[in-house]
Structure formats: structure tokens, C-alpha cells
């Protein structure tokens, strides 16, 4: 099993729909868990952390499954603007440094 | 915005030469890492550092080496360039977020091609 495994997509989506990403882990001590959105040629920025209860921001929604080790992302009302590649990232456990990047999956949404 | 740059933003260059990146940072931050980016693989990290002169390896680091004499600044080294390391290169840095973890925070990246 890869250590973090996402759905490369493309992920089509008409405005306005709801789309969700799930993403996989191999380490069950992981204990750091993030989404980051990843625009055309640019460099990778901070979506939301990810926390044990589950959080939300705006249209954006975070859960955390440890039991069968997954995060999803769900993102309603979709806009053009978040038209990008969301990248699932999870630490190794232990010290600072250890973050393993998904491949990212890319949305893309149509008028 | 974490205020983050990287130099040059852009760069060709030819296979044997050595060529250095640099990664600059305004934020203080104790933890500063280097990263590559290549289609069909995540981020990889390259070479990471915990503190001034305080580096260690990351996943990828065969061919690169780094220095940090400063905390603001950490340099990415290519000893001798060769057209593998054609990638684009994302400097970041971390502060710990409220869980004891870390969050961390990229520059705009250099895109880097060795002919």
C-alpha cells in the first residue's frame, strides 16, 4: 500500500455541484493530517488541517477516519475558482520533516 | 501570505555545471526544507533543516547538498547538474500548529531545466 494514495482524477464538475476526495494512509501512527490546493504552476497552499472531529470552512468540509485510515474533502456549491489540484498530505509520525505528499487530485469546474 | 521568496525563479542551465538555489525567509522560522516536484510523483523531499547548520536528508537527496548560515536563508546546491534534476524546486517552512504538528508553508517555487 502506498503511503498516501488519492484518486488522480480528474474530478469534471458542473457549477454548483458538491464533490468529494477521499485520500488513504499507510501509517497508522500518523498523527498530523492536511489538504492543500495546488493551482496551475504554483506552489502548494495550505486548504485546512485536518482534525480529529472533523472541521469546516465555508463550503469546505474535513473528516478524518483513523480507523480505516482516510481523510476526505468535500467541497459544496463548487465555483470555477476552485478549479485546481488538491493535494492530500499526512505525517510520518515523529519529528518535524516527515510529511508525505499525495499526487494530488485534480477538479476541474465547468461553467 | 508567509513571506517566502526563492531565487532565481527561473533557470537554464547545462549538465555538469553547479547550480544554487536560494530560499529566503522573513517569518523566523526555526524549519525551513527543500522539496521537487516532477509529473507523476508528490512532493519529494530533498534536504531539510532544524535550525542554523543543522541539516539532515531527506528521500531524494543523492546529488544535492545544503547549507543554512542564517536562519532566513537556506541554500540548495546541485554539485554537478544533470538532466534528472530537471524539476521544479519549493523551498517551505513550518511553525508548530496548535495539535503540536506542523503546518508548513511554500515559496513560489524555481523551475529548473538542465539541458
Known amino acids: 500500500r502506498k503511503e498516501v494514495e488519492q484518486d488522480p482524477g480528474p474530478f469534471n464538475v458542473p457549477e454548483g455541484a458538491t464533490v468529494a476526495f477521499n485520500c488513504t494512509y499507510s501509517?497508522?501512527?500518523?498523527?498530523?493530517f492536511f489538504w492543500y490546493r495546488q493551482d496551475c504552476r504554483k506552489e502548494p497552499k495550505l486548504l485546512m488541517s485536518?482534525?480529529?472531529s472533523g472541521n469546516e470552512d465555508g463550503r469546505f468540509t474535513a473528516q478524518l477516519n483513523r480507523a480505516s485510515q482516510y481523510i476526505s474533502l468535500l467541497i459544496r456549491d463548487s465555483k470555477l475558482s476552485d478549479s485546481a489540484t488538491y493535494l492530500c498530505?499526512?505525517?510520518?509520525?515523529?519529528?518535524?520533516?516527515?510529511?508525505?505528499f499525495g499526487k494530488g487530485t485534480k477538479l476541474s469546474v465547468k461553467p | 501570505d508567509a513571506g517566502i521568496t526563492q531565487s532565481p525563479r527561473h533557470k537554464v542551465t547545462e549538465t555538469g555545471t553547479p547550480v544554487t538555489l536560494r530560499c529566503h525567509q522573513t517569518e523566523n522560522h526555526r524549519y525551513m526544507y527543500w522539496y521537487r516536484q516532477d509529473p507523476g510523483h508528490g512532493l519529494r523531499l530533498i534536504h531539510y533543516s532544524y535550525g542554523v547548520k543543522d541539516t539532515d536528508k531527506g528521500e531524494v537527496s543523492d546529488g544535492y547538498s545544503v547549507s543554512r548560515s542564517k536562519t532566513e536563508d537556506f541554500l540548495l546546491t546541485l554539485e554537478s547538474a544533470t538532466s534528472s534534476q530537471t524539476s521544479v524546486y519549493f523551498c517551505?517552512?513550518?511553525?508548530?500548529?496548535?495539535?503540536?504538528?506542523?503546518?508548513?508553508?511554500f515559496g513560489p517555487g524555481t523551475r529548473l531545466l538542465v539541458l
Open positions: 517551505a517552512i513550518s511553525d508548530p500548529n496548535r495539535e503540536g504538528g506542523e503546518t508548513q508553508y
Open positions: 501509517n497508522s501512527a500518523s498523527q498530523s
Open positions: 485536518v482534525y480529529s
Open positions: 498530505v499526512v505525517n510520518r509520525g515523529g519529528s518535524q520533516g516527515n510529511l508525505i
